[in-house]
């Protein structure tokens, strides 16, 4: 697989106690003691100091060491510590001119116990990608060979393994010509090509397996209990590099160390790369989660790259708002100072897309600059919360993320649906119990138009996937089949989640016969639990994290999920909700993608999320609180521009930064700039695009621009991006052109009032922009005008079409 | 971490730095110095570039009967086996229809899949989301076109679209259900890019390049330039979105403007004699226009052979005496001259450029026909059986893929469904569908087609 290991390692052999920066204090080692009890199991030894800058300093191949009983143990240059014999011994290590000392014991046993299948063929198979979906873990194998997908089920592999194929794979009278061994080596023929060379550790577990008999593991093994790494978490320079380990620990209390053996991702390579071996080597500044996994389980570090010197000022950390204290301790962190915050006008016009889905009139505009209160800022948010678009606005977001659509439910179901959301929306209704009465609708639309939400269901598989990435930011369909690839959820978790939504059922709304898919939601109490595939076994309800409530018999199960989900104490609701709400300012979630929320993919300011959960949970989940507490932060209204230290940083907020203006948006705001409306077919004449109910109305326009066809309940159906389609509608097509020449579009109205030239084109960039001209533009466009002679209603129409195909109306600056 | 071709899968990542272009193509892009160094220092270009070979699909709408054309029954009664007589190919124990003479000759680069049959209704849709994604989709749960699937993945290797359909999309072929040539949930930016106008016209022009009506040349020419100027004044900060934009609009304006690039468009560019050996119709001339925008880096263009079923002279033989009343003279004097001529033209024009390797050519249809012929001596449609034939990229031709049974009623041996055609086209064109992933619905990564492509085909 990945074979980089030699390379990385190289440069970091070489690296000399000369080249060290100064360190300040004393190098420590991790373990600071060790026993050992395996003859073949060495203990990695990681030594980590501090330089005078800050930065962590990984010393491990760096110290020299020296054991004071050579024969009981010794160390090698990498830092792995071997046991040789039954005894005592003191390793001493120099680093950077300081020393430290571990002690070591040996205790080995009298015979060294067999390799175990579980717990050291199946990582092998893991480490060797054997069991990758693109290999042996293909749903139907590869090549006659079938292992389950990542290893998830030694008891199937097993047998595949030793049995199947006439039990060629496994040869017990020869172990070395096993298939097992023969084709991974590349001696014979593999399409996968050769996954480990011969001698190596892999080669060496699976040939001394076979050559013990190839055993299946004893009922009584101890099993995996958890997986840890260190460090933690590491700050350090660019180039540097810092080794992990990773531990492993068992139900009977031992501990190995299986850092050769777990398998390493970074989230962000551009910031840093890691090898084989847990070796992470530093590229750019920023922040990235190095993740292990070992058998079924994942731990999650993180690596700070931070410039190696740095005049850099911690600014005074804010503590009016909760986001700007959060935000601001993380950047002095990080060393990267903040942008200022941007001018009135582009603050309008981000808190007015963002808000209320469209941008500023030009009166509003010029109100909003003149107007001298000092919190003139925070005045305008309330007033936005009150717009009716406000509502628009954001039932058109829970419409897309409730999938609330013709394609699954009945036309009227649809309408229903929508103002049950819109009314919600408008009473700034508690977003657990909004989520408590989806969660447990029943009937029909007539009775409860929330029902419509399962109605849209096609099954209790679909209501708990849409059920878990809505409310709680969890992906859970990769569960359903295998365990999940980057998470620790297995099928019994997702089968006790199952289990909560399987006595619904759906049948024909009686009371609209003959409407297509008019249904009704019917909870059957006495359905029993769903049945885990894997096991054969009815699985009890399990909430997200593994606890299995007591429930009475006959009872909606779901009154019991949804009151567990939104409870003050559930560790999913409220953090993903706040995570889902950020990402609608920011562009990112705290947690990116903002409903793929795991172990594997953390925070990028953890405290900053606990502080908005724990904000939204005070609230007693008041929406309209927690964006105020959001967009009057100064981090909310920071310029695009960028400093110096912060032009590199896209995760943390330290500027605001560009992006799309969604379709709906971009098509009202075009709207409203140049008069001339837009046609839905089949929907009221007025309509804007925020307050189309699905996504059912044929608008080339929306379609093109991304608008979400709530197909799936995941944010990233809304397509955000630009494409040379659009450009080409926009620089060709009718979307602008037409409008800027018809007959009641803006230049022709403006003209109708014989303004002046510089009027006519501050009036222009005001629609278009939301903004004044700046002095260049101002010239540019004086000079365009020129250049049409007395063809001023075209010069008109043409510097529009220039100013709405800008970036800084396209783009939300 | 997975990868998409050469790109790493963006589930759901918002901004993503995918690569917009690939170095070794950005000089034909067009684009300017400035903005191709801005896009670097983003790392927005992909250094590496896709070893995938193109495909250019014929897509016979309303489809032909097999027993009329490519899997004839002399042997079956008369009202089953039609009106024409087989005739023997350049590949011994294979024959076709006697109005292919020149495909006849060069059976040996063909592969004919006779067994082709699905399982869904007979309606012209079903058949063409079949054919044109693999799947019969609702449109509640949508399926990317495959020429949308190659944009995705492999991204765009020039000036012009990754994806082009020819002439026009289908339009009313009976049913208003999909028609299998849309993005869904790939996204927008990967919907084909349709030509929209008749290159066999001498007034051709690609419609969607053409300035609108009334609109002056002085007046195109001028918003340009001020666009350009207000971008230069605008430019303060760049981040993902405004390299994502800057360079949709470079590409837009390169089709726009570009006189090598609206050359792709150019018949006349081509000599008349290779337009005449094509034939001086809108199949020949879209199957040269095809050949000249796989020359110049599209991917994917497929040509619509009719955009629908109603009041013209198509392959949709009901003989029904109304709208639909396309018979035996149709196919003898126009339709199978006019395919002869086109095809075996595409194809040796390929090999003679040395493209056929590099280009997979496959003619598709919705369904066969009738093995039994109407009241009214035409054939209607039949899903349960037909053929359909591949050549290029990296087929194996002069071999028949399966049989039907004796009156071409139902698959006789290895029956094969859409989706096997699909995933041969892809298998063809040089792509491991085993470890190739795309981003599906929710942003998961799943496989191009859940299918084997047929192994005998390469």
Redesign the interface.
């Known amino acids: 697989m990945r074979r980089i290991l030699p390379l990385l390692l190289a440069p970091a052999l070489s690296m000399s106690a000369q080249e060290l920066p100064e360190l300040t204090g004393n190098p420590v080692a991790v373990p600071a003691a060790l026993t050992l009890t395996r003859i073949r199991e060495p203990r990695l030894l990681v030594v980590t100091g501090k330089a005078a800058s800050g930065h962590d300093v990984d010393l491990t191949r760096a110290t020299q060491w020296a054991s004071s009983n050579p024969a009981v143990a010794r160390v090698d240059a990498l830092g792995w510590v071997s046991a040789l014999t039954n005894g005592q011994a003191t390793l001493t290590g120099q680093a950077g001119g300081k020393s430290l000392r571990v002690d070591v014991t040996v205790q080995l046993p009298p015979t060294d116990p067999p390799l175990s299948f579980r717990h050291d063929v199946m990582p092998v198979l893991s480490k060797g990608g054997c069991n990758m979906g693109a290999c042996h873990g293909y749903s139907l194998g590869k090549n006659g060979f079938k292992l389950s997908l990542r290893g998830s089920d030694p008891a199937l592999d097993y047998p595949a393994i030793t049995e199947d194929f006439f039990e060629r794979r496994i040869n017990r009278h020869n172990p070395p010509a096993s298939l097992l061994v023969q084709k991974p080596l590349g001696d014979l023929p593999h399409e996968g090509g050769v996954r480990f060379d011969s001698g190596s550790l892999l080669h060496s577990i699976l040939a001394g397996w076979i050559a013990q008999g190839a055993r299946d593991d004893a009922p009584t093994l101890p099993t995996l209990m958890g997986v840890r790494i260190h460090p933690m978490k590491a700050v350090v320079a660019p180039k540097a590099r810092q080794q992990f380990q990773v531990l492993a620990r068992y139900s009977d209390g031992t501990e190995r160390d299986v850092t050769r053996m777990a398998i390493y991702e970074v989230n962000t390579e551009r910031v840093a790369r890691v090898d084989d071996a847990g070796l992470v080597a530093a590229a750019a500044l920023g922040e990235t989660a190095v993740a292990a996994r070992y058998e079924r389980i994942f731990a999650v570090a993180t690596l700070i790259v931070l410039p190696a010197d740095s005049k850099f000022q911690p600014a005074p950390v804010p503590q009016d708002n909760l986001v700007d204290r959060h935000v601001v301790a993380k950047l002095n962190d990080l060393r990267i100072e903040a942008s200022p915050v941007v001018d009135d006008e582009r603050f309008l016009r981000r808190v007015y897309v963002d808000l209320i889905g469209v941008q500023p009139k030009p009166e509003e505009v010029l109100a909003f600059v003149a107007e001298a209160a000092a919190d003139k800022r925070a005045k305008v948010v309330e007033r936005l919360m009150l717009r009716a678009e406000f509502v628009d606005w954001w039932s058109l977001r829970w419409g897309d993320l409730l999938q609330n659509s013709r394609n699954t439910t009945s036309d009227p179901a649809m309408y229903a649906f929508r103002e049950w959301i819109r009314a919600s929306v408008a009473s700034n209704k508690p977003i657990d119990q909004f989520a408590r009465e989806i969660l447990t609708a029943r009937g029909a639309s007539g009775d409860n138009p929330a029902a419509a939400w399962f109605a849209a269901s096609k099954d209790a598989d679909d209501s708990l996937q849409r059920a878990t990435q809505v409310f709680a930011g969890v992906r859970m369909l990769c569960a359903k089949c295998h365990p999940h690839p980057f998470e620790n959820w297995t099928q019994a978790d997702y089968y006790g989640l199952h289990s909560f939504f399987n006595q619904v059922s759906l049948k024909a709304d009686p009371r609209l016969p003959n409407v297509a898919n008019a249904r009704s939601v019917m909870v059957n109490v006495d359905a029993g639990f769903s049945s885990n595939p894997r096991t054969g076994r009815a699985q009890p309800p399990r909430y997200l994290g593994g606890a299995e409530p007591p429930l009475a018999a006959s009872v909606d199960r779901r009154l019991d999920y949804a009151r567990w989900l939104t409870a003050p104490e559930n560790p999913h609701f409220a953090r993903s909700l706040a995570n889902r709400f950020w990402s609608y300012f920011f562009h990112r979630g705290i947690i990116d993608p903002v409903d793929d929320l795991r172990a594997t993919n953390p925070p990028i300011n953890a405290p900053l999320l606990d502080a908005l959960a724990a904000e939204l949970v005070r609230s007693k989940y008041d929406v309209r609180q927690l964006i105020r507490t959001i967009v009057n932060s100064r981090t909310y209204q920071r310029s695009t521009a960028t400093l110096p230290t912060n032009a590199h940083d896209d995760a943390n907020f330290s500027h605001a930064l560009p992006r799309r203006l969604p379709a709906e948006a971009l098509l009202d705001s075009l709207v409203q700039a140049t008069g001339v409306v837009e046609n839905f077919g089949g929907a009221p004449t007025a309509f804007t695009a925020a307050q189309l109910p699905d996504a059912n109305f044929n608008s080339e326009f929306l379609n093109l621009f991304g608008k979400a066809q709530r197909m799936e309940a995941c944010e990233c159906e809304r397509d955000t991006r630009s494409n040379m389609l659009q450009a080409l509608d926009f620089i060709n097509g009718r979307s602008i052109l037409s409008r800027v020449v018809a007959g009641n579009g803006r230049p022709a109205l403006l003209l109708s009032q014989k303004p002046d030239d510089a009027a006519l084109i501050d009036q222009l960039h005001l629609w278009s922009l939301a903004r004044k001209p700046t002095e260049a533009e101002r010239a540019l466009a004086v000079r365009f005008f020129k250049e049409y002679g007395d063809k001023r209603a075209e010069a008109a129409q043409d510097l529009f079409w220039g100013l709405l195909n800008s970036r800084d109306f396209m783009l939300l600056y | 971490?997975l990868k998409i071709g050469n790109v790493r899968v963006p589930?759901?990542?918002?901004?993503?730095r995918r690569s917009f272009l690939e170095a070794g193509a950005a000089s034909t892009l067009g684009l300017s110095l400035p903005l191709l160094n801005r896009l670097q220092a983003a790392?927005a270009v992909d250094e590496s570039k896709a070893k995938i070979k193109n495909c250019i699909t014929i897509f016979l709408v309303g489809s032909p009967g097999h027993l009329d054309t490519w899997d004839m029954k002399p042997d079956a009664p008369e009202n089953i086996r039609g009106k024409f007589k087989p005739i023997k190919t350049n590949v011994p124990g294979i024959q076709i229809c006697e109005h292919f003479p020149r495909m006849a000759k060069m059976m040996d680069k063909v592969a004919l899949i006779r067994s082709l049959h699905h399982k869904t209704g007979a309606s012209h849709e079903n058949g063409q989301r079949w054919m044109m994604s693999g799947h019969d989709y609702s449109?509640?749960?949508?399926q990317p076109y495959m020429g949308s699937v190659l944009s995705r993945v492999f991204g765009p290797k020039g000036a012009l679209?990754s994806s082009i359909i020819l002439p026009v999309k289908i339009g009313n072929t009976g049913t208003s259900t999909p028609h299998g040539q849309e993005s869904a949930?790939l996204?927008?930016?990967?919907?084909p890019?349709f030509l929209g106008g008749d290159p066999a016209l001498s007034t051709f022009k690609v419609a969607?390049?053409?300035?609108?009506a009334?609109?002056t040349e002085f007046?195109v020419d001028?918003?340009r330039r001020?666009?350009k100027?207000?971008?230069d004044?605008?430019?303060?900060?760049e981040?993902?979105?405004?390299l994502?934009?800057?360079?949709?609009?470079a590409?837009?304006?390169n089709?726009?403007t570009n006189p090598e690039t609206k050359q792709a468009f150019d018949l006349n560019k081509e000599p008349d004699k290779l337009r005449d050996r094509y034939g001086r119709n809108t199949l020949g001339q879209s199957c040269l226009m095809a050949r000249r925008l796989v020359e110049r880096g599209s991917r994917f263009v497929t040509i619509n052979h009719f955009d629908t079923v109603f009041g013209i002279s198509c392959w949709d033989m009901h003989a029904d005496g109304g709208s639909l009343n396309n018979t035996y003279a149709d196919y003898e004097h126009l339709l199978m001259p006019q395919f002869d001529m086109a095809f075996t033209a595409l194809m040796e024009d390929l090999e003679q450029r040395g493209l056929l390797k590099d280009t997979v050519v496959a003619v598709l249809s919705e369904f066969g026909r009738t093995p039994g012929i109407n009241g009214r001596g035409g054939r209607d449609h039949y899903p349960s059986a037909w053929t359909n034939f591949l050549a290029g990229g990296n087929i194996r031709g002069g071999q028949v893929i399966g049989s039907t049974d004796k009156l071409g009623a139902a698959p006789h041996d290895n029956p094969i469904e859409p989706p096997r055609i699909v995933a041969s086209i892809y298998h063809a064109m040089g792509i491991d569908l085993?470890?190739t992933m795309m981003p599906g619905?929710?942003?998961?990564p799943v496989r191009f087609i859940d299918a084997d492509p047929i192994r005998e085909l390469s």
């Open positions: 971490m589930l759901c990542d918002g901004v993503s790392g449109e509640a749960n949508k679209p949930f996204g927008s930016g990967h919907e890019f969607n390049l053409e300035p609108p009334g609109q007046r001028a918003r001020l666009l100027d207000i971008d004044v605008q430019r303060r900060v981040s993902g979105s405004t994502e934009r800057d360079t949709a609009y590409r837009a304006f089709l726009l085993e470890t619905p929710g942003g998961r």
